[in-house]
């Protein structure tokens, strides 16, 4: 690729496609929105990197935005370059303040590519790369399309949930530190939650004196059509994480944390976590940029709209195609499953590769 606007790239040869992924998921604004390049200008004028242990003005200032825009009394934010960076400084804080090492999270779920977020990674691409480091532990996931436990019942009955703490509370050798889940599962299928399973999760993790880490990077930020995906589920967790299009196209990412109590228990244990480039004001500045065109842009209203208009279309298509076995998601994160049969349910994996190039050829 040597070219990008709004949604469409072009390649070295010339030809252009509509980026239905917007890039890695991380140009949801449009490649190259031009209040981002803006930004990226004035960064060039005055900051682009600054030392890590000194504030810079630009970090201040998002920290302050994402205190505007995340739930009452989530202020404490810090900011890190990746997705798997920040759910790395997110389970490092809940082992602080819990004390505890061991991290739980559902069997389809994607965190990241570093060592500990790989462990916590069940999607794919876990196996091969071991051993990691004891305590991390896969939990049933809520795949109401594959469920084995009430796929023919009429709604999730948390049965998932009571086998899975059944297991984790046998295997314990401590307080759990953390779950850390997606709020509607991205790389592992386009996998929504059943109504009311986070706030059960939720509640068992109270229970055990655990922390809840929701990790927005793909469905943060006004995606899904309401600011933070966990806002549909009714539930507030104890600390989230945002990536992916925070930045505009820029890479930055964030560990928030609910309240001043789990940052300051868990800053006097003498937590560090850091890199050379943390809190940087250039992706900081993108960042601020980015909040801005969302809020002003009202680009939650814009999901809802173009998710209720995809939703019907794949709908239309789902009752001319037997193909299409379910469709799942909201907002901008839809998705259908594709299978060779609607009785068996049998994944058409080749028909989906097959579709797949049909659409590299076709732009
Ligand atoms: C839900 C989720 N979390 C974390 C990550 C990791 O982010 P990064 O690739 O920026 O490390 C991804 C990346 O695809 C993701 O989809």
Not at 289 to 318: K, N
Request: aromatic content about 8%.
């Amino acid at each position: 690729m040597v070219w990008g606007r709004g949604s469409v790239v072009r390649d070295v040869n010339g030809k252009e496609y509509l980026d239905f992924n917007s890039g890695q998921m991380c140009a949801a604004l449009g490649h190259n929105n031009p209040r981002i390049v803006q930004a990226l200008h004035e960064s060039g004028e005055t900051l682009i990197h600054s030392h890590m242990s000194m504030f810079n003005d630009q970090e201040i200032i998002l920290a302050a935005r994402l205190a505007e825009i995340a739930p009452e009394g989530m202020n404490r934010s810090m900011f890190l370059t990746s997705g798997s960076d920040s759910n790395e400084a997110a389970m490092a804080i809940a082992k602080r303040y819990t004390g505890g090492y061991e991290i739980a999270s559902p069997a389809v779920s994607f965190h990241g590519m570093n060592d500990s977020t790989r462990a916590v990674t069940f999607s794919g691409w876990h196996e091969g790369y071991g051993p990691y480091a004891p305590g991390n532990y896969p939990i049933i996931a809520p795949y109401r399309y594959r469920c084995r436990f009430c796929q023919d019942r009429p709604a999730c009955d948390y049965s998932c949930l009571d086998t899975s703490f059944e297991l984790l509370d046998a295997q314990a050798d401590g307080p759990l530190a953390a779950v850390i889940t997606e709020p509607l599962f991205s790389a592992g299928g386009v996998i929504d939650l059943p109504a009311g399973w986070l706030a059960e999760l939720k509640r068992r993790c109270e229970a055990r004196g655990a922390l809840l880490i929701v990790d927005e990077a793909q469905t943060g930020l006004a995606k899904l059509g309401t600011m933070w995906a966990f806002e549909h589920e009714g539930v507030v967790p104890d600390i989230f994480t945002i990536s992916k299009h925070f930045g505009g196209g820029v890479a930055i990412s964030l560990a928030a944390i609910t309240t001043d109590e789990i940052e300051e228990k868990a800053s006097e244990t003498g937590l560090v976590v850091g890199h050379s480039h943390s809190n940087d004001p250039l992706p900081c500045h993108a960042a601020i940029a980015s909040i801005d065109i969302i809020l002003e842009e009202m680009l939650t209203d814009v999901a809802q709209r173009i998710g209720a208009y995809w939703r019907e279309h794949l709908e239309r298509l789902a009752s001319r195609h037997e193909i299409i076995g379910d469709i799942r998601g909201r907002g901008l994160l839809q998705g259908i499953e594709l299978v060779s049969d609607r009785v068996t349910r049998e994944p058409a994996y080749a028909r989906g590769r097959e579709i797949g190039r049909h659409c590299w050829r076709t732009g």
